[in-house]
């Protein structure tokens, strides 16, 4: 692999990577050497529920530039407790590896449990990261507005919205908000036309590259397993959109 020298004079990172997940169960300690070898200097693994949570943050451990995010996935609406949430904030206070909250939000899409169970499971781990003055990573998925109407109502004022995915009429109300849109492969899918003007017009301080590995991998590698150093192709786009 080779890639343009002149993209490492950023700090490339990967804000969203499922490492824990079984499809890296094989060989993680290779993909995440890859990663290191290619530049990156941050991965941020992502927990969908307590067990990915409890393995991203043993991850987090083990690796310097491997950091993590705790939560449970809309997916995984049904497992989240208040001895859940408890353990969340144990988590979050003792270790300083925990920078977030998430993957947390709404999936209208898969809709695998109902929405309202969904929005309050979603506003409630928002209120455990206002108390614990961390930051929120959300997952949305044909659910925009809704997202939009509880993070407005929650008062929370870090987001990033993971896997961003809608049009410029809502990307302009994210940044208006100073909300934070993660783009991921995504934005190299030939159909996304509409995404990339929104990669093209957002704010500088507005963005974070991810890969949401092992899912969704960038155009040169669709159909295989999605990992970090990918992310290198999503910043070449980034890159070529924006001159
Ligand atoms: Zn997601
Ligand atoms: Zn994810």
């Given at each position: 692999m080779s890639y343009d020298l002149r993209l490492m004079t950023y700090v490339l990172q990967d804000t969203h990577a499922h490492l824990d997940f079984s499809a890296f169960d094989k060989d993680r300690e290779a993909v995440i050497e890859r990663a290191r070898k290619a530049g990156l200097q941050k991965i941020i693994c992502v927990g969908c529920d307590l067990l990915s949570s409890d393995r991203s943050i043993e991850l987090a451990k083990k690796y310097d530039f491997i950091y993590a995010s705790i939560g449970v996935h809309p997916s995984d609406?049904?497992?989240?407790?208040t001895d859940l949430a408890s353990k969340f904030i144990v988590q979050a206070k003792e270790e300083q590896k925990v920078v977030s909250i998430g993957e947390i939000g709404l999936d209208y899409f898969h809709l695998d449990h109902p929405k309202e169970l969904q929005k309050r499971v979603f506003r409630e781990q928002l209120d455990l990261a206002k108390q614990l003055g961390l930051p929120v990573c959300v997952h949305m998925r044909e659910s925009a507005s809704d997202v939009y109407d509880v993070l407005i109502d929650s008062g929370i004022e870090q987001v990033t919205l993971h896997c961003f995915n809608e049009g410029l009429e809502f990307a302009q109300k994210a940044w208006a908000r100073g909300w934070v849109l993660g783009f991921g492969g995504t934005i190299t899918y030939p159909k996304n036309e509409e995404l990339r003007k929104v990669v093209a017009a957002c704010p500088s301080e507005l963005f974070v590259l991810e890969t949401d590995c092992p899912f969704l991998p960038p155009q040169s590698h669709r159909g295989e397993r999605n990992e970090p150093v990918y992310v290198i192709e999503v910043a070449k786009m980034v890159s070529a959109l924006r001159s």
């Amino acid at each position: 692999m080779s890639y343009d020298l002149r993209l490492m004079t950023y700090v490339l990172q990967d804000t969203h990577a499922h490492l824990d997940f079984s499809a890296f169960d094989k060989d993680r300690e290779a993909v995440i050497e890859r990663a290191r070898k290619a530049g990156l200097q941050k991965i941020i693994c992502v927990g969908c529920d307590l067990l990915s949570s409890d393995r991203s943050i043993e991850l987090a451990k083990k690796y310097d530039f491997i950091y993590a995010s705790i939560g449970v996935h809309p997916s995984d609406a049904d497992k989240w407790n208040t001895d859940l949430a408890s353990k969340f904030i144990v988590q979050a206070k003792e270790e300083q590896k925990v920078v977030s909250i998430g993957e947390i939000g709404l999936d209208y899409f898969h809709l695998d449990h109902p929405k309202e169970l969904q929005k309050r499971v979603f506003r409630e781990q928002l209120d455990l990261a206002k108390q614990l003055g961390l930051p929120v990573c959300v997952h949305m998925r044909e659910s925009a507005s809704d997202v939009y109407d509880v993070l407005i109502d929650s008062g929370i004022e870090q987001v990033t919205l993971h896997c961003f995915n809608e049009g410029l009429e809502f990307a302009q109300k994210a940044w208006a908000r100073g909300w934070v849109l993660g783009f991921g492969g995504t934005i190299t899918y030939p159909k996304n036309e509409e995404l990339r003007k929104v990669v093209a017009a957002c704010p500088s301080e507005l963005f974070v590259l991810e890969t949401d590995c092992p899912f969704l991998p960038p155009q040169s590698h669709r159909g295989e397993r999605n990992e970090p150093v990918y992310v290198i192709e999503v910043a070449k786009m980034v890159s070529a959109l924006r001159s």
